[in-house]
């Protein structure tokens, strides 16, 4: 247990299907993030949220749609997806958008969902 | 971008050491962070470091040059349980979000 639950572990979609991704933190973070991991490739952060408030989108296609009801949860809404944006979608927290402090040091990370599109 | 970059692959044997390099380029320093990531699971943090020196913290420790621009990861007495991806991370000046090299994949051998 991390800390920072994802929901599903695994998804296949197709190409005309909506979905969504959940992310649940239970660490009393203010901060939340999505990114996407693909092989061999950094991580590419995606959105950004503090309290509840979006303050980043690092140039992200309008068929991903991040929602972020409360700081505990986020979602990312997906639809019409392309077979390249299978990837390994990871959430994570963080105490405030500083990096120390808190709980520890850095990012709290889910497991991630494992996004294939068919 | 950051321009961190560290090897893709290292392979090691059982009770070995290996070195994990990492190199990144920026203009302001705010700490670099090392993770670890077992295949299908979470990153986990490792370590972190602002100051110049090597911090122990069991079998692994972590280096780091500022003027160097220039960090290790050190695991000593492998265990097969340490096979895992690497990955090194470093905040761009005045900013809190992490930018993250692509990991090295470390392989433990018996």
């Known amino acids: 247990e991390t800390g920072v639950t994802q929901t599903p572990r695994h998804l296949v979609m197709g190409m005309t299907n909506k979905k969504s991704l959940k992310c649940e933190q239970h660490?009393?973070?203010?901060?939340m993030y999505w990114y996407k991991q693909s092989a061999k490739k950094p991580l590419e952060l995606m959105f950004v949220?503090?309290?509840?408030?979006?303050?980043e989108n690092n140039s992200v296609p309008s068929r991903f749609s991040p929602e972020c009801p409360n700081s505990s949860h986020l979602f990312l809404h997906l639809h019409t997806l392309q077979p390249e944006d299978s990837a390994l979608y990871l959430c994570?927290?963080?105490?405030?958008?500083?990096?120390?402090?808190?709980?520890?040091?850095?990012?709290?990370f889910g497991s991630g969902t494992r996004l294939t599109v068919v | 971008g950051q321009n961190i970059d560290q090897p893709t692959e290292m392979t090691a044997t059982e009770g070995a050491i290996v070195q994990i390099n990492c190199t990144y380029q920026?203009?302001?320093?705010?700490?670099l962070f090392w993770y670890q990531q077992h295949a299908g699971e979470a990153p986990t943090f490792l370590s972190y470091?602002?100051?110049?020196g090597l911090e122990e913290k069991g079998r692994f420790s972590s280096f780091l040059s500022r003027s160097k621009g220039y960090s290790y990861l050190l695991l000593k007495e492998l265990q097969m349980k340490d096979s895992a991806s690497y990955l090194c991370?470093?905040?761009?000046?005045?900013?809190?979000?992490?930018?993250f090299g692509a990991g090295t994949t470390v392989t433990v051998r018996a």
């Open positions: 994570a927290s963080s105490q405030d958008l500083g990096l120390t402090g808190g709980d520890g040091y850095g990012y709290t």
């Open positions: 949220y503090n309290f509840k408030e979006q303050t």
């Open positions: 470091n602002v100051l110049d």
């Open positions: 660490l009393g973070h203010n901060a």
């Open positions: 991370a470093v905040p761009p000046p005045y900013d809190y979000k992490l930018s």
């Open positions: 920026t203009s302001g320093f705010n700490g």
